[in-house]
């Protein structure tokens, strides 16, 4: 998997629109880009994937430039349910039948009202 | 609703008892994994399975032992654990969707206390 870094926190307020980078410089050619959100106590969950230019989804927007070296989640008008720890990942490390998903830290978003 | 179920949700054991937790996914993926993690900690992986073979064991104590008798069902065996093994353990499955594009479905979790 490349290597990823996102911000360690955020914070943010309700109804204001939130964007969340992760660098990820080596990037390979297949790799797609892929965020997951977590709240306490529970397992990750899928938010947004992408490979190119902008996808959007009823949950967020991720967008990526041409390059592919960096990516921005964007969650419009947030609320106190989004506080959350955000995790992107790049690529799969994909072995014979199977990948290999690996977290980093993640970029803990807290909302407030 | 993940369709990646995890039972017991929590769990309290003394360090002699012996328990396992179980994850069931009826999604059709070939790969299931053990994760855990502990407090203000990333994820770790622990065990990978791939069509009900592990494939991984990512120098895990043997005091957890994964199990798959088949491709719906992971059990980690848990027996003379330590209070740090006290953690959340997530159960996940997947299935790969292209190159470089794989979405993982995870359980709700079990939060293991060790006392």
């Known amino acids: 998997l490349a290597k990823t870094t996102q911000p360690i926190s955020m914070d943010s307020y309700e109804g204001q629109e939130v964007n969340i980078t992760c660098s990820h410089n080596n990037i390979a050619t297949n790799d797609y880009i892929t965020w997951y959100q977590q709240f306490p106590s529970q397992g990750p969950r899928f938010i947004i994937q992408?490979?190119?230019t902008k996808v959007t989804n009823e949950v967020a927007s991720l967008f990526i430039p041409a390059d592919r070296k960096s990516s921005t989640l964007s969650l419009p008008r947030v609320s106190l349910s989004d506080t959350a720890v955000y995790y992107c990942?790049?690529?799969?490390?994909?072995?014979?039948?199977?990948?290999?998903?690996?977290f980093g830290k993640g970029t803990m978003l807290l909302v407030s009202p | 609703e993940t369709g990646v179920t995890q039972t017991p949700r929590h769990l309290v054991m003394g360090m002699t008892n012996k328990k396992s937790l179980k994850c069931e996914q009826h999604l059709g993926h070939n790969a299931m994994y053990w994760y855990k993690q502990s407090a203000k900690k990333p994820l770790e992986l622990m065990f990978v399975y791939s069509l009900e073979e592990r494939v991984e064991n990512n120098s895990v104590p043997s005091r957890f032992s994964p199990e798959c008798p088949n491709s719906s069902h992971l059990f980690l065996h848990l027996h003379t654990l330590q209070p740090e093994d006290s953690a959340l353990y997530l159960c996940a499955s997947s299935q790969r969707q292209g190159r470089g594009k794989t979405e993982a479905f995870f359980g709700q979790g079990t939060r293991l206390t060790v006392v």
């Open positions: 992408g490979y190119k």
């Open positions: 990942l790049v690529g799969d490390n994909y072995r014979s039948g199977y990948s290999t998903l690996t």
